[in-house]
C-alpha cells in the first residue's frame, strides 16, 4: 500500500536476493526485525564482494531458510553480526557465511534449540576462520551441524560438543578438509546414536593427533562402526605424530575382536594407534 505504507501488513514481505551478486555495494541497511518470516533475507547479500560489515541482526523468532546463504561469498566481511536466538528453525542459518574468505571470527551461537540443517555449511570455506563458537545443544537434529566448517583450514580449535543424543547425519563433514586442527573434541554419547551420524566427522583433517569416542553403556553393547563411523576418519592424522583413538569398552571390544575386518581408512585408519579408555 504505497499511499499508506506506514500501516502496510508486511507478514509475507522478502528482500530474497534483494542485493545479490552487488559488487559495489559496502554498507549495508539497517535490519530492525524481531520476528522472521520464511526466507525473508534469503540471499539478501550474497556475492557482495566490498560488503565489510554486516548489519545487526537483532531477531530471536527465526524461521525456515530465513537467513540462507545471506551473505555467500562476501570475500571482504570481517565482522558477523550477533546471532540471539536460542531456538531455531530448519535451514536458518544454511550457508550464512560460506565463503567470507576475510572472516576470522565467528558469532557466539547460544540456542539449545536446534532444527534440521540449521548449521549447515554455515561457515564452509571460511579460509581464515581460527575459531569455533560454543554449541551448547544437547540434542541434535538431522543434519543439524553437516559440513558446518567444511573446509576452514585455518581453523585450529574445534568448539566442545556436549550433545548426549544424536541425529542422522547430525556431524557429518562437520570439520572435513579442516587442516590445521591438530585435536578433536570430546565425543560423549550417553544416550542415542544416529544412522550416519560422525560419517565423513574429520575426513582429511590431516593434523589430527587425537580422538576421543566415548559410548554409553545402554548403547555400546551393539555398537556396530559400520553404522556410524562412516569414513570417519578417512584420510585424518596423514601429517600427525602417532596419532591415537581412544575408545570407551564397547566400542574397543568391537575393534578389538573385529579389527582385520575394520581396520581400514573408512573406520579405523592403520596409521592411528587404537587404546581403550582406561
Not at 104 to 116: C, F, M, N, R, V
Request: glycine share 4%.
Amino acid at each position: 500500500d504505497y499511499e499508506n505504507y506506514a500501516n502496510a501488513n508486511t507478514t509475507n514481505a522478502r528482500f530474497c536476493k534483494l542485493f545479490f551478486g552487488n559488487e559495489e555495494l559496502r554498507t549495508a541497511p539497517s535490519l530492525p526485525a524481531q520476528s522472521l518470516a520464511s526466507r525473508c533475507y534469503y540471499a539478501m547479500f550474497s556475492g557482495c564482494t566490498a560488503l565489510t560489515t554486516a548489519p545487526e541482526l537483532p531477531a530471536e523468532t527465526l524461521a525456515d531458510n530465513c537467513y540462507d546463504e545471506m551473505f555467500l561469498g562476501c570475500s571482504k566481511l570481517t565482522t558477523a553480526p550477533e546471532l540471539p536466538a536460542f531456538k531455531l528453525a530448519s535451514y536458518c542459518y544454511k550457508s550464512m557465511f560460506s565463503g567470507c574468505k576475510a572472516l576470522t571470527t565467528a558469532p557466539d551461537l547460544p540456542a539449545e534449540t536446534l532444527a534440521e540443517h540449521c548449521y549447515d555449511e554455515m561457515f564452509s570455506y571460511c579460509s581464515k576462520l581460527t575459531t569455533a563458537p560454543e554449541l551448547p545443544a544437547t540434542t541434535l537434529a538431522g543434519s543439524c551441524y553437516n559440513k558446518m566448517f567444511f573446509d576452514c583450514k585455518a581453523l585450529t580449535t574445534a568448539p566442545e560438543l556436549s550433545a548426549e543424543s544424536l541425529a542422522e547425519y547430525c556431524y557429518k563433514e562437520m570439520f572435513s578438509y579442516c587442516t590445521s586442527l591438530k585435536a578433536a573434541p570430546m565425543l560423549h554419547v550417553i544416550f542415542s546414536l544416529a544412522a550416519n551420524c560422525f560419517e565423513s566427522m574429520f575426513y582429511n583433517c590431516t593434523k589430527l593427533s587425537s580422538v576421543t569416542l566415548f559410548i554409553g553403556s545402554e548403547i555400546d553393547q551393539n555398537f556396530n562402526p559400520h553404522f556410524y563411523l562412516s569414513n570417519w576418519l578417512n584420510g585424518a592424522g596423514t601429517e600427525a605424530d602417532s596419532p591415537q583413538l581412544y575408545l570407551s569398552y564397547g566400542i574397543y571390544a568391537y575393534y578389538y575382536y573385529h579389527r582385520n575386518d575394520c581396520t581400514n581408512e573408512s573406520l579405523f585408519p592403520e596409521n592411528w594407534s587404537v587404546q581403550p579408555l582406561e
